[in-house]
């Protein structure tokens, strides 16, 4: 089995921030992503606010996710 993860929507390879929000915001235990845009429309709010709660995350310290 590869460790490459790819989104599950459109296929493209996913970076850690993919992974992460996705843990973060869909559930803790899962085994197949989505990348931001896929993720941003299954969430029915786009990018950009994804996006901006990855920076709030990662600069806040708050979760280890985005350490």
């Known amino acids: 089995m590869s460790s490459k993860r790819i ?11 993919d992974v992460a929000i996705y843990l973060k915001l ?7 992503f989505l990348c931001i845009d896929c993720l941003g429309v299954k969430l029915n709010c786009g990018r950009e606010p994804i996006d901006k709660l990855i920076q ?6 708050k979760c280890s996710l985005f350490r």
Not at 26 to 32: D, E, K
Not at 56 to 61: A, I, K, Q, V
């Open 56 to 61: 709030y995350y990662r600069e806040s310290g």
């Open 26 to 32: 869909v559930s803790r235990t899962a085994q197949q």
């Open 7 to 17: 989104c599950t929507a459109c296929s493209v390879p996913l970076i850690a921030d």
